[in-house]
Every structure is written in C-alpha cells, then in structure tokens.
C-alpha cells in the first residue's frame, strides 16, 4: 500500500508527520511524494489562522482530484476543533490529534471495513504521549517533541483547544532520545513544543533543567529551541545560552504588536518597554544572535498609531526576521466578537509595509556577518546554484557553499560567509573534519 503524506503549520506538525510516517513504514508501507498517486493520504492540519484552514481544505480536495478512490485522511489541530468542516470537504477518516498515536490501527481498520466517513476525535487528557522516531531520513536535523498543549487563552487563538492543557515529556525520556538521535550521527538537534517555554513546569522543572543535561551529550554539537514566549526567556536563560556555545544563537519570540492597548486586548504579559529591553539584553549577551518574531497587522480595534508603534519598535531592534500574520477571526474566541474589526483591505496594506520592513531587516542582519566565521550544520540538499551545496548558520542564515557534500549532510561545520545573496548568504566551507 502506498500512502502520502502533507504537513501544513509548526515545527510540532512536522515532527509529528515524521512520527505517523515512521509508523506506517515499520508497519510495511510505501511511502510516496504527496503529489504521487497514493492508497491514503494524511493531511496533517492546522488552525492558527483563517489562511491554515483554508490550505487544510484545499489540500484535501487536492489529495481526492489525484485518486478519487484514495482513502483521505484529515488529523490534527483542525480536525480537533472543526470536524464537520473537514466531513464538507471530502475527507474519508477525520482524526484528532490524540489519535496520531494510534493512526496505523485506525486507517487500516477504515480500509477493512469501509464504513466511510467516519471521525475518530478523542478529547485531551493530562498526560503527555511519547512520540519517538529512529530515524528522520532525509532530515539534516533532528527534532524532539518535549512539550504539548498551551495554558494560556490569548483571546485570538484557539490552539489551547486544538492542543489541550500544558505537559511535558519525562526528562529522561527526553536524554535518552537525544543521545539516540546524536549516536545515530545528527550533530544538531531541535527542541520543539507547543509552548515549549513551559516545558517541566508542572514537573517542578523548567528549560534550563533540561538544557543542562543534554548539553552533557558529548557529540551533541548543537542544540536549537523553537519558540520561546517573551516571559519564559529569563536572565537564567540568557546567561545559560552565554556560557554554552552548545545552544544554537537563534531564537523567535512572538511579539504580536508593540502597541501596549492592543497588548492588553491581547492578553500578553508584557508591555512594548520590557520586550524591547528583552532583545536588548539577548543582543548584548550573544552578539551573533539571530532573533525572530511573531507579528499580528489587523488585530481588532488597531489603528494607524498602534500600527506605527510596531513597525518604529521593530525598525530600531536587531531582529532578523518576521512572521506576519493578517489578524483572523478563529471561532468562539473572544477577539472574534471585538469591534470595530479592521477592514481587509487595510489589514493587507498593513502587511504589505511590515513585508518590506522585513525583507530590509534580513538583508541588513546578513550583511552584519559578511567576511567572518559561523557555525552552521550542512544539510542533506544541494543549492539552486550548479555545484553548490545547502547549510545553515547556527543564527539561522541559509548559506549556498561551493562543492558537494552529501557525506556531510547533518554534521555542524564552520563557514565564513563571503557576500549576500538576497535572502542568503556565499560561504566557504573550512572545516572538513
């Protein structure tokens, strides 16, 4: 049987993909590109956004164009929170994201009996489920999943739904899997969780705790931390990251506007001033950092100031990039109900200016490190360029490098960067071994 599969959304969802393909291939199926005829496609979801939903919809009926009589299965955030939705739109199996680990009995019992459709959605327990891979073939770096679920109930998101209550994997578990996945040869390694600044706490542990351990691991070269809320990066944290060059010089926080009305709508605990002393005292404790950022243009009841407020704050900060967001209604959640909405129109013009403050912030952050040396892992991919290879600096930098070097694909190297590329940056490769 051969089965497809497609991500849409966050590091988790890659990762968990990686898993559910995992289980499929021990259990004796082929996998093929998503675009290939298949037997059952898995469209992994997400419901961050309006566009999210919109892309899981579409995805599906993609899947149902290429085999009409392929089984489609829809699991994940979306399923979790919208399965009549996903039933509209053609989907044979709904699923929700407590039924990943199981998906294999699920979809093989669908196949047998063929009551379609059907829906499989669990709710969310307390208990965080071990999602473990061998190996992420075709990856240059390996991820980990120690953390699920979201606390918080920021009054424009409806991940906390979608994804249940805070939880953390076991340390433990969490060692033993990255010295498994550093023995099996990835020198870099990526902790990611749906609020992954909140890993251990209600183990009576936090982030450092579990970073003190794996920095132990001896051919662990690097270690990468998806996002981190502004209130979780602490001066504990900092001075942590300055003392380990384990710890990769790269961290995306989400701001989401530097208006401090809308940031009360909002929720967030913090104000415009604490943030921007945040990036200030990360740039001055790790100078090569490289910072990203969540933004929101649009959101309910945004005017021109607090608009403005943002791209001034952003616009003086060393940030390196962003990801925008046009403000979407999610149902049922409070910021659907604010008035007055923000007209389309604006929100898109709003994006278009932010877009370019962006693509001049990249460019300006490259530029800073044109002409000196960088860690970065070599990947398992060749550039665009004809003889050239893909990396990525530990600041997350995409470098095309001169040569090929699929033997390396994984390993962390040194590179001195030698002129920009738009978004990119030349390098040359000066450590082989």
Not at 152 to 166: D, E, L, M
Not at 168 to 186: M, N, R, T
Request: glycine share 6%.
């Amino acid at each position: 049987m051969r089965i497809a599969f497609y991500t849409i959304g966050c590091k988790l969802n890659q990762f968990e993909t990686e898993f559910m393909k995992e289980q499929f291939e021990e259990a004796g199926w082929e996998t093929v590109p998503f675009k290939e005829k298949a037997d059952v496609y898995i469209v992994n979801t997400c419901t961050v956004t309006g566009q999210a939903d919109s892309k899981s919809r579409q995805t599906i009926r993609q899947a149902l164009k290429r085999n009409p009589n392929a089984l489609v299965v829809a699991v994940g955030c979306y399923s979790q929170v919208a399965k009549e939705e996903l039933l509209k739109t053609g989907a044979s199996l709904v699923l929700g994201n407590p039924e990943k680990g199981k998906i294999v009995e699920l979809v093989e019992q669908a196949l047998k009996e063929q009551n379609l459709p059907r829906v499989h959605v669990s709710n969310i327990n307390n208990s965080f489920f071990p999602m473990t891979i061998e190996n992420f073939s075709g990856h240059s770096r390996a991820f980990i999943k120690v953390q699920d679920g979201c606390n918080r109930r920021c009054p424009y998101c409806i991940v906390w739904k979608a994804r249940g209550p805070s939880r953390s994997a076991p340390l433990e578990l969490v060692i033993k899997e990255a010295q498994k996945l550093a023995d099996a040869g990835f020198e870099e390694i990526v902790l990611t969780g749906t609020h992954l600044g909140c890993y251990g706490e209600e183990k009576g542990l936090d982030l450092v705790d579990l970073l003190e351990r794996l920095v132990e691991i001896d051919s662990l070269k690097k270690i990468r931390l998806s996002s981190l809320e502004p209130t979780e990066i602490t001066p504990q944290l900092i001075e942590f990251m300055k003392e380990n060059s384990k710890i990769a010089r790269h961290l995306h926080i989400p701001l989401q506007s530097a208006s401090n009305r809308i940031l009360r709508l909002m929720n967030r605990p913090y104000t415009k001033e604490e943030f921007e002393d945040l990036v200030m005292k990360l740039a001055e404790a790790l100078p090569d950092v490289g910072i990203g950022v969540d933004v929101i243009v649009g959101f309910p009841t945004e005017e021109e100031e607090d608009f403005e407020e943002t791209y001034r704050l952003i616009e003086k900060l060393p940030i390196y990039y962003m990801h925008i967001f046009p403000y979407s209604p999610r149902p049922n959640t409070p910021a659907a109900y604010m008035r007055p909405q923000v007209r389309p129109d604006i929100k898109r013009r709003r994006w278009e200016i932010m877009n370019q403050l962006k693509d001049a912030k990249k460019k300006y952050f490259i530029e800073r490190f044109i002409g000196k040396e960088l860690e970065g892992v070599i990947e398992n991919r060749p550039a665009s360029e004809k003889g050239y290879w893909s990396a990525l600096t530990e600041n997350y930098i995409p470098l095309v490098v001169k040569g090929q070097f699929p033997q390396l694909a994984g390993k962390v190297k040194r590179f001195k960067l030698i002129q920009r590329l738009d978004h990119r940056a030349e390098a040359l490769l000066l450590t082989w071994r």
